[in-house]
């Protein structure tokens, strides 16, 4: 499904879009929700998948229902994949927002920053606008850093 390169897609989703209507930031987080999915939804289906058999010999013994064995077994086993694979997905939906920007003109940004830089050969413009995704990145990531813990401490995981 992502052997095309979004920057290569981008720009079709964005006049399909504009030509049923859909303007502004719209375009941009289904490109951004686009990279990110399936990063999420792999690492969630291993998640769920990684219970050994002995745990599941377990609740089979105790007669647990299919809803009992994912929400006491399988849904905690997933947390720390989930977790991940979301670290993975914040990285792929800024760069889905960034290159969301590109074909439509847009005048602000970081997307439009890095386009105008490089049409006037700007490269402090350019770089400033690398070390501001950086940075919002790793903002993100350590924001979801944060919940991870509180989740995993709620749920007795750490």
């Given amino acids: ?63 647990a229902s299919q ?14 994949y989930l ?15 960034i290159v969301g920007e590109l074909p439509t003109g847009a005048v602000s940004g970081l997307g439009a920053r890095l386009l105008a830089g490089s049409y006037y050969g700007q490269t402090v413009q350019i770089w400033s606008a690398l070390f501001g995704a950086a940075i919002l990145a790793a903002c993100l990531v350590g924001l979801l850093g944060v919940i991870e813990r509180l989740v995993l401490k709620r749920m007795g995981m750490a």
């Avoid at 979004?6 to 929700?33: C, D, E, T």
């Avoid at 670290?87 to 927002?97: D, H, M, N």
């Fill in 1 to 63: 499904s992502q052997t095309i390169p979004i920057i290569a897609r981008a720009p079709m989703i964005i006049v399909v879009l504009y030509s049923v209507g859909v303007q502004g930031i719209i375009p941009k987080a289904v490109i951004s929700a686009y990279l990110s999915f399936f990063p999420v939804v792999v690492g969630m289906v291993k998640g769920l998948r990684s219970p050994d058999a002995m745990q599941l010999d377990l609740l089979r013994t105790y007669n």
């Fill in 67 to 80: 809803g009992e064995t994912f929400w006491k077994l399988r849904l905690p086993a997933s947390m720390p």
């Fill in 83 to 97: 977790f991940a694979s979301l670290k993975i997905g914040i990285a792929a939906s800024l760069v889905g927002a």
